[in-house]
């Protein structure tokens, strides 16, 4: 992976704690590009062949999933509980 990064995506300091999440799922969509947590949000490091755009909408759509998941965590746990209960 190149040292310098093909893209730096700014994320609200919201979403801070579903970063990491969302950025092991990346790996597994993009093999060829890694990615990482900068001061701004995310950074994209690998092939320069990709549509930024296109990264972009991904790397946001993880990062509010996770964000999605976690608010939704307590409920459903709650749910499940009610009916093995």
């Keep these: 992976m190149s040292a ?3 893209l730096d995506i700014s994320i609200d300091p919201e979403f801070d ?3 990491p999440a969302a950025l092991l799922r990346l790996g597994y969509i ?3 590009l890694g990615f990482s947590v900068s001061d701004k949000g995310v950074s ?3 092939a320069s062949g990709f549509d930024p ?3 972009e909408r991904e790397v946001t759509y993880q990062i509010y999933r ?3 998941f976690r608010q939704t965590l307590p ?3 709650n749910l ?3 009916l093995a209960g």
């Design 4 to 6: 310098s990064p093909i």
């Design 17 to 19: 704690l579903c970063i």
């Design 30 to 32: 993009f093999p060829e």
């Design 44 to 46: 994209v490091h690998g």
């Design 53 to 55: 755009a296109q990264i």
């Design 66 to 68: 996770e964000k999605i």
């Design 75 to 77: 409920m459903r746990q």
């Design 80 to 82: 499940y509980a009610m």
